[in-house]
């Protein structure tokens, strides 16, 4: 099978921290912090405490720090003790491997880090996973989320940023409002951001739901750019993945949101061939031969001629039938444009003076979602836009209606059938000059 290796950031919804609080997002005031991986690392003080990784592979590396006030931990994989060691530094160094193993069977695994002393921390863990079959390639797709592959519903926003993939993310407050791709491959990974405003996520794969924590109970700020989920146990046909809003639940806020998914495509080898027959023996040998008689087939063909013309014969009928009633129907004779119709009465004729008002036609034009966001600011920009539409409404258009004005010659035949009708104002005031005595 093809290898490939995935980042797991210590923000990521994948790595699980327990019990409850003793655990603490890095602070910005961590100098050191801003020299881990994506700027970020999980610590403790407390001992017992864990930080479990479920992961699909065959090997997996922890990463953390050593600083003087950290203790001792441990690692195991599957229940498995994989290191027994100390966090204990002459200074601050980062990025250190904690713990690491491979060779495992590739397929789920779960890997445990305990502080057993004073405290420690860790930055991220490297999965070496699998997929394919054996000496096949590894090809990856990247679809950000404003591909047109990506179909959105309900109320989402774009907003633009080079804080994510290609400066564009996708998020939502509305309760399910969903995103949907439909993907071929053997791996698809998503990815966003957490917050401790965020709500779970909901994922779904050919109808397998899952609930991902969007952020709020394990980290203190945003992150951008994390693995939201992960899964390589798919198979190389056509899947459907749908991300969904759950809504706000107790101790969540109400935002989810999509930066890119990225799928994993294995090829087959290069060459590579079907396998053949080990030998002639184990080809499929010929049997007897069987058949009908010669009558017997001469019947058959005669039958199926009979059928043949009963269809032509049935195609010509229907040919004729249906030409004559086009006929029928050019002949029938036409309404005449001036006669009443049963509901008009004698003022309602289709005259050259009065002609009748057209009806309003209706036509639909889409409306924009009108929803009020209360997004925190680092969804704001200037280029934020709505990419979703609500159902359309029905707008009532009129028709102008025509001129009623008589034409110039309709006027002189009025003037001549009333002759006593006062004559017309001449256009320009009579001259006031008297003449002279």
Excluded: C
Aim: zero cysteines.
């Amino acid at each position: 099978m093809a290898s490939f290796n995935l980042t797991i950031d210590d923000s990521s919804p994948l790595i699980s921290y327990g019990p409850s609080g003793a655990w603490q997002d890095a602070s910005s005031s961590d100098i050191a912090g801003l020299t881990y991986n994506g700027n970020s690392l999980h610590t403790t003080k407390a001992p017992g405490a864990t930080a479990t990784i479920n992961f699909n592979g065959t090997g997996i590396t922890l990463y953390g720090g050593r600083r003087p006030e950290y203790g001792r931990y441990t690692m195991t994989v599957d229940g498995r003790m994989i290191t027994d060691s100390s966090a204990s530094g002459g200074g601050i160094e980062l990025q250190q491997v904690l713990g690491s193993v491979s060779g495992l069977a590739n397929g789920p695994h779960t890997a445990v880090l305990t502080s057993t002393g004073v405290g420690m921390d860790i930055d991220w863990a490297n999965v070496v996973t699998q997929v394919g079959s054996t000496g096949s390639t590894i090809t990856s797709a990247i679809y950000d989320d404003a591909n047109p592959a990506m179909t959105y519903a309900g109320a989402w926003q774009k907003v633009d940023s080079p804080s994510y993939m290609n400066n564009t993310l996708h998020f939502t407050q509305a309760a399910g409002a969903a995103a949907s791709l439909a993907f071929s491959g053997n791996a698809v990974a998503i990815y966003g951001t957490v917050s401790p405003d965020h709500a779970n996520i909901q994922v779904s794969i050919d109808g397998k739901t899952t609930m991902v924590s969007g952020g709020a109970d394990f980290t203190r700020s945003m992150h951008q750019q994390t693995l939201l989920y992960y899964a390589n146990d798919l198979d190389a046909s056509q899947h459907m993945l749908i991300v969904t809003n759950p809504g706000q639940k107790s101790g969540t806020g109400p935002f989810i949101d999509l930066d890119s998914v990225t799928v994993y495509s294995a090829s087959p080898p290069a060459g590579g061939s079907v396998p053949a027959f080990a030998n002639q023996s184990d080809s499929p040998r010929p049997g007897p031969k069987s058949g009908l008689s010669k009558g017997a087939l001469n019947g058959i063909a005669a039958v199926v001629v009979l059928i043949i013309l009963a269809i032509l014969a049935l195609l010509v009928l229907l040919f004729l039938r249906r030409r004559r009633r086009a006929r029928q129907h050019v002949m029938e004779p036409k309404t005449p444009a001036d006669a009443e119709l049963p509901l008009q009465g004698p003022n309602m004729r289709f005259t050259p003076i009065s002609p009748q008002q057209p009806m309003p036609t209706f036509s639909r034009m889409p409306t924009r979602t009108s929803v009020h966001s209360i997004a925190p600011s680092y969804y704001a920009n200037d280029n934020a836009s709505r990419s979703s539409f609500s159902s359309t409404a029905p707008i009532l258009t009129m028709p102008r209606v025509p001129s009623r004005a008589p034409s110039r010659q309709q006027v002189r035949q009025q003037d001549m059938m009333m002759p006593n009708q006062a004559p017309e104002r001449p256009s320009r005031p009579p001259s006031l000059v008297l003449p002279a005595r």
